[in-house]
């Protein structure tokens, strides 16, 4: 099972987990804590761009210092999982999940969540079964996703990167996708607004049922 067809890796915040007002509240409270002004769910999806001090030099107008961004950091992971339990799954997420599965085709997950953190969150919602590999991020919280996502399918046996399908909702989900070889589809409903989720130059879509029709037209 699984040798042939689409396989689809996808990410979690602001794709499977519709975690993007939580993401809001935790960055106007990580930067409230610098004197930083709030900024809007609009302003965000323009600006967001990882790695995240850069990010926060488009804000600022500069790189954060090593001290700013560890206060940050902190305060912005503190707020954050104080109103993740609140978030749900994106809309209609469950049902593909199950379908794609039941379909006898493979799928994985690769975050930038931290690991310890992310496996009782999707456990919690009820999906794990639904995937063959769960990565999330174990070491530094600065990193893009291209190195995680090589980890990622090479641990994941039988499946080429050119059946591979990335979907998520960052322009670092694109760029790693294309790191391992693999395609990507990306999604309006996270972290990015459309103009910017179009400069990757990938196909950009409103919901995840138009990102996983799009996946198998890829590979098909």
């Given at each position: ?172 989900d694109a760029v790693a996708a ?43």
């Amino acid at each position: 099972m699984g040798k042939h067809g689409t396989h689809i890796v996808w990410d979690w915040n602001g794709t499977l987990f519709h975690d993007i007002d939580a993401v809001i509240t935790a960055t106007n409270a990580s930067f409230a804590e610098i004197g930083l002004e709030s900024i809007t769910l609009e302003r965000y999806r323009d600006l967001y761009c990882v790695p995240v001090p850069r990010f926060y030099e488009r804000l600022m107008g500069r790189l954060p210092t090593d001290a700013e961004w560890a206060v940050m950091d902190e305060a912005f992971h503190r707020h954050y999982w104080a109103h993740a339990d609140g978030a749900d799954l994106a809309e209609g997420a469950r049902e593909l999940l199950a379908d794609w599965q039941s379909a006898g085709l493979t799928q994985s997950m690769c975050s930038l969540a931290p690991h310890d953190r992310l496996l009782p969150i999707v456990r919690t919602h009820g999906i794990e079964q639904h995937f063959i590999r769960v990565d999330g991020r174990v070491g530094a919280s600065h990193t893009g996703k291209a190195e995680h996502m090589t980890r990622h399918l090479a641990a994941l046996e039988g499946v080429e990167p050119a059946r591979a399908v990335v979907i998520g909702d960052a322009v670092d989900d694109a760029v790693a996708a294309r790191h391992v070889g693999a395609a990507a589809v990306l999604y309006t409903g996270g972290s990015h607004s459309r103009a910017s989720l179009a400069e990757a130059g990938v196909p950009v879509v409103d919901t995840l049922a138009e990102a996983v029709a799009v996946a198998e037209r890829l590979v098909a």
